[in-house]
Structure formats: structure tokens, C-alpha cells
């Protein structure tokens, strides 16, 4: 559950913003990152990773899969690169929707994004997904019965089981016309401690919404019925990237692409 009550209680959001490098983040949210960062070393490094490979799902969809449509569900504050600038880069008629249940981050949103034609930002949450993909504004510009590009990622984390994650994605993927890509992104517990997670997760009991870090498996569940565009499931900082250290350090989010047929 998104709690949505200000700078006193430290915002995914922010705390995301924060590791990115951006600006548009308070003092909580600051040492938020600080005790996270204490538990789990590499969790800047990952955000950064599942910002790069966000781009290239984008360039992906657009470039070699010739969509024109693109909804970001859980959009998060403005960073670079935005999903929504790649691809009007690489193609400038793409027309772009952008959700977010957060006030705050609509507010940059409509500020930062949305000043060109055929951009807009909505309210919406992915726990009522319906409610996003019927918004007359999303209508105005997306058309469903043509292929779309879906961006859900790094927010599945954010979804506990009792708000029934795999049938909210089902919903998602049944709105999709064929030809359609869908692109997740999720933190994983595949190579953290017992003793990690939990912390983790005692964490995000303190933030605006809880940790659900998951694994490889019940990551790829997202995806049934999609055919998975390779390398398929990989670490995010992996996922159709140049060259690569020879160490790579551990997956702490996992990125996937899939294509419906």
C-alpha cells in the first residue's frame, strides 16, 4: 500500500531519485538510502543499472520493434534518461502516457515531461490497472488495439502478495493488441541473505510503500504467456549491454522483455 504523507516519511520515490543523483529528495529520504545502502552496498549501483536498462528496453521497442505507443505504469520521478525522451528520439511521432499514483511525482511529471503533443501524465495505480488503461486521458493518446509498449519497472517490488501482484499483470497483458512489448524490472532476494532481506524489508516498512523483493522464479511468472525477447531474465545491468567486467558484482534487480504474439 502507497502511504502518500509527505517529506516526513521517507518516499520510494525520493529514496530512488537519491541514488540516481537527483536533487528531488529530503533529509529522510537521504538517510533512508544511507541505512539501506549499509545492508545492501550494491543497491546504488543497481538502481543505476535498472535505469540503463530501462533505455535499452526502450530502444528495443521502438527501434527494432516499431512501436509508437508507450505507457510507464509507476512512472517515478523525471530521470535520465526518460523512457519517454528515448523514444521520441528515435522516433518523434511516439506517443507517450506516463502513471503514477504519487501527487508528487505527477506534479514533475506534468511540469518536466509533457509540454510536447502527444505526452501526458495520469493518476493511476497499478493495483487498479482497469483504472489506468480506461483513463480518458490514456485513451485520448494510446490506442490498445494497436501494439503498445508497457513499462513496469522497478514498481512490482513495490506490490505485496496480498494485493495480488500476478493477477493485476494478467489484467495488463490481456490489454495488450499483439505485437505488443512488455519490459519488467524487479528486485530479487536470489543473492541476498535471509538476514539481508528481512532487513531490507524492515526498511521499507518505515518508507511509502513495502520491499517484496522476489525471486528468479516467481519474477519470470510475470511474464507466462509472453514470448521472452533474449537474453530473456537477467541481471538488468546485463540485459543487451556492451561490454561487461569480467566480476560482475551480484543481481540485485532482475530485467526482462517480453513480446506478445
Known amino acids: 500500500m502507497i502511504r502518500n504523507d509527505g517529506p516526513r516519511r521517507p518516499s520510494v ?14 533529509e529522510d529520504d537521504r538517510r533512508f538510502t544511507e541505512a539501506l545502502l ?4 550494491e543497491a546504488q549501483a ?18 527494432e520493434a516499431g512501436i509508437r505507443q508507450l505507457i510507464d505504469i509507476g512512472t517515478g520521478l523525471p530521470a535520465i534518461p526518460d523512457p519517454g525522451e528515448v523514444a521520441r528520439e528515435l522516433a518523434p511521432g511516439t506517443r507517450v502516457v506516463y502513471a503514477d499514483n504519487d501527487p508528487v511525482v505527477l506534479a514533475h511529471a ?12 495520469i493518476q493511476g495505480d497499478l493495483r487498479d490497472p482497469r483504472g489506468i488503461l480506461r483513463h480518458p486521458d490514456l485513451r485520448a493518446q494510446i490506442d490498445l488495439r494497436e501494439p503498445v509498449l508497457i513499462l513496469l519497472t522497478a514498481v512490482l517490488h513495490f506490490i505485496p502478495d496480498e494485493d495480488h501482484p500476478y493477477q493485476l499483470v494478467e489484467v495488463v497483458k490481456a490489454a495488450m493488441a499483439p505485437g505488443s512489448v512488455l519490459v519488467i524490472s524487479h528486485a530479487t532476494t536470489d543473492h541476498l541473505s535471509a538476514d539481508a532481506v528481512k532487513q531490507v524489508e524492515e526498511l521499507y516498512a518505515q518508507a511509502t510503500a513495502p520491499a517484496v523483493p522476489r525471486s528468479r522464479e516467481e519474477i519470470a511468472r510475470f511474464f507466462d504467456g509472453l514470448e521472452l525477447v533474449p537474453p530473456c531474465i ?10 561487461l567486467p ?10 526482462g522483455v517480453a513480446r506478445k504474439r
Open 110 to 121: 506534468r511540469a518536466l515531461r509533457c509540454a510536447a503533443p502527444g505526452v501526458c501524465a
Open 13 to 26: 520515490s525520493r529514496i530512488y531519485d537519491h541514488m540516481l543523483g537527483g536533487k528531488d529528495n529530503y
Open 246 to 255: 569480467a566480476r560482475p558484482g551480484r543481481a540485485l534487480v532482475l530485467g
Open 46 to 63: 543497481a538502481a543505476r543499472a535498472n535505469r540503463g536498462f530501462l533505455a535499452r528496453a526502450v530502444r528495443f521497442a521502438v527501434g
Open 38 to 41: 549499509a545492508v545492501v552496498p
Open 234 to 243: 537477467v541481471d538488468a545491468a546485463c540485459w543487451r549491454a556492451g561490454p
